[in-house]
C-alpha cells in the first residue's frame, strides 16, 4: 500500500521521529528521553531516508518538539478521533507554511517538496511531516496509523500492509502478545 514514494518515506520519517524522540514505553519497557538527543534524532530521519546528514544537537532539540506534536497524531487516530489528528495536522501546516514545490537536487529527478527554500531543518521536516500526515488523513486510509496494542509500548507505526491489520509496531511486540497468549492457553488446559 503505497501513498507515493516521495509520501512514505516522510510517513516513516514521521513514525521514525515520534518513536525516537518521545519517551512512553517501547517492547514492554520504559523508554525515556534519549541520552543523546542528536543520535536519536538522525535514527528518526534515516527510518525515511538512510543517508540523511547527522542532526546537530539543537536541531534534535527542535525535532523533538516537532516529534511532540506529531505523536498527537497518531493518539488520536488510535483513540478514533480524525477531527482531533486533522486539527492538530492543519495547526502544523499553518504554522510552518507548508507548500509544495518541485525541486531537484543531489542528483534526484524532480521530486515534490512540501517546504520552501531557506527554512530550519526542524521546520522543514514539521512541513514534510505533516503535509504526509495529511495525505494519510485525507484518504480512506487513515485508520493506517497507529499506535502499538501490545501491553507496555506505546510506539508508533504506519500500516502500508495490502490487508491493513497491523497492530503492533514491530514483530517483537507481535510475538510477546502471542506468545503470552499461548502461555496462558496452556495454563487454562
Same mark, same amino acid.
Given at each position: 500500500?503505497?501513498?507515493?514514494?516521495?509520501?512514505?518515506?516522510?510517513?516513516?520519517?514521521?513514525?521514525?521521529?515520534?518513536?525516537?524522540?518521545?519517551?512512553?514505553?517501547?517492547?514492554?519497557?520504559?523508554?525515556?528521553?534519549?541520552?543523546?538527543?542528536?543520535?536519536?534524532?538522525?535514527?528518526?530521519?534515516?527510518?525515511?531516508?538512510?543517508?540523511?546528514?547527522?542532526?546537530?544537537?539543537?536541531? &534534535?532539540?527542535?525535532?523533538?518538539?516537532?516529534?511532540? !506534536?506529531?505523536?498527537?497524531?497518531?493518539?488520536?487516530?488510535?483513540?478514533?478521533?480524525?477531527? &482531533? &489528528? &486533522?486539527?492538530?495536522?492543519?495547526?502544523?501546516?499553518?504554522?510552518?507554511?507548508? !507548500?509544495?514545490?518541485?525541486?531537484?537536487?543531489?542528483?534526484?529527478?524532480?521530486?515534490?517538496?512540501?517546504?520552501?527554500?531557506?527554512?530550519?531543518?526542524?521546520?522543514?521536516?514539521?512541513?514534510? =511531516?505533516?503535509?504526509?500526515?495529511?495525505? @494519510?488523513?485525507?484518504?480512506?486510509?487513515?485508520? !493506517?496509523?497507529?499506535? =502499538?496494542?501490545?501491553?507496555?509500548?506505546?510506539?508508533?507505526? @504506519?500500516?502500508?500492509?495490502?490487508?491493513?491489520?497491523?497492530?503492533? =509496531? =514491530?514483530?517483537?511486540?507481535?510475538?510477546?502478545?502471542?506468545?503470552?497468549?499461548?502461555?496462558?492457553?496452556? !495454563?487454562?488446559?
Amino acid at each position: 500500500m503505497d501513498f507515493n514514494s516521495h509520501a512514505d518515506a516522510i510517513v516513516r520519517v514521521a513514525v521514525g521521529l515520534v518513536n525516537e524522540l518521545t519517551p512512553g514505553e517501547r517492547r514492554g519497557r520504559p523508554w525515556p528521553p534519549p541520552p543523546d538527543l542528536a543520535a536519536a534524532a538522525t535514527e528518526g530521519l534515516r527510518t525515511g531516508y538512510p543517508g540523511h546528514r547527522e542532526a546537530t544537537e539543537q536541531e &534534535a532539540g527542535e525535532l523533538a518538539e516537532v516529534a511532540t !506534536r506529531l505523536r498527537v497524531v497518531f493518539d488520536a487516530v488510535a483513540a478514533g478521533d480524525i477531527d &482531533a &489528528a &486533522a486539527l492538530q495536522v492543519n495547526a502544523l501546516l499553518q504554522e510552518t507554511r507548508a !507548500r509544495p514545490m518541485l525541486e531537484r537536487h543531489d542528483g534526484e529527478p524532480w521530486h515534490l517538496h512540501f517546504h520552501g527554500p531557506g527554512g530550519t531543518m526542524a521546520g522543514d521536516w514539521a512541513a514534510s =511531516c505533516a503535509t504526509g500526515l495529511a495525505i @494519510v488523513l485525507g484518504s480512506e486510509f487513515h485508520d !493506517r496509523l497507529g499506535v =502499538c496494542t501490545a501491553p507496555h509500548c506505546d510506539r508508533v507505526y @504506519v500500516d502500508v500492509s495490502r490487508n491493513g491489520t497491523r497492530r503492533f =509496531c =514491530c514483530t517483537a511486540c507481535q510475538n510477546r502478545v502471542k506468545t503470552a497468549a499461548f502461555r496462558a492457553r496452556g !495454563r487454562g488446559a
